[in-house]
């Protein structure tokens, strides 16, 4: 199973709604165009999302005419719902297999909606990764374990690597 399973697109789907309404397929198209190179969402899944984001009070749905189609509908941002997407917007992923997709999202959207606080998002990641890497550190491998050694000096490696790209998010326009 992909960890794009695990991780849910609602936080996108919101904040693709945050410059203005749009119905389902238009957000569909958005968000392969957008962030088809980072995640993955099939047409199912995203309607899914939505129903649920409409149940939950983060966003309305209004019908729209269409001259030879059935209804549409277009979808909008509630304040809840803009509340919830800034929340998550500035918090770092707590796992290093999700900075792939929510960090990147997250990213995304600070330099579409140039929204202030990546700085803090960047120091605030870096401070998460660097925890794990200390708490590897001081992991213990019994006895002649060198596979658990190599698969700790691993993900460390990963960890670092992570750190110094984050510094680079903030060097790159």
Request: proline residues 4%; hydrophobic residues 45%; contains cysteine.
């Amino acid at each position: 199973m992909s960890r794009e399973a695990d991780v849910s697109p609602a936080p996108v789907l919101l904040g693709l709604l945050m410059s203005q309404p749009r119905h389902g397929y238009e957000l569909y198209q958005e968000f392969s165009r957008e962030l088809g190179r980072v995640w993955r969402i099939g047409l199912s899944k995203l309607y899914a999302q939505l129903k649920q984001l409409e149940a939950d009070g983060l966003v309305t749905a209004r019908a729209e005419l269409q001259a030879t189609r059935p209804l549409r509908k277009i979808y909008c941002l509630t304040s809840a719902g803009q509340e919830a997407f800034l929340d998550w917007l500035h918090q770092p992923s707590r796992h290093i297999r999700d900075i792939r997709l929510e960090f990147l999202a997250r990213l995304y959207f600070f330099r579409r909606l140039a929204m202030p606080g990546l700085e803090q998002l960047v120091a605030a990641q870096k401070a998460v990764c660097q925890a794990q890497v200390e708490a590897l550190a001081g992991s213990t491998v019994e006895g002649d374990d060198a596979f658990g050694r190599l698969v700790i000096e691993f993900r460390q490696g990963q960890l670092r690597a992570i750190i110094d790209w984050l510094d680079r998010c903030l060097e790159t326009p």
